[in-house]
């Protein structure tokens, strides 16, 4: 029954009915993707901007108790 609607001919119609019912609400989610893409570039540079941080200066401040105090 669905044999005729593989390939091209199934996406096309696939793009149709998207098309009609979600047509509407796309320039929203391409508004929300779009705005995601600006912020992660912008964390990516702010990223290379900043020093690394040494790994042994890492731990100074630290509160955790790591002695092994078993019972």
Known sequence: M???L?????LILILIVVA???GPKLPG???GIAQ???IFK???KSDDKKPEEKPEEAGKGSTE????NKN
């Open 36 to 38: 995601s893409i600006k």
């Open 20 to 22: 009609i019912f979600a």
């Open 65 to 68: 108790d790591t002695s092994s």
């Open 2 to 4: 669905f044999r005729s």
């Open 42 to 44: 912008k964390e990516v």
């Open 29 to 31: 989610a391409a508004k």
């Open 6 to 10: 593989e390939g091209p001919v199934g």
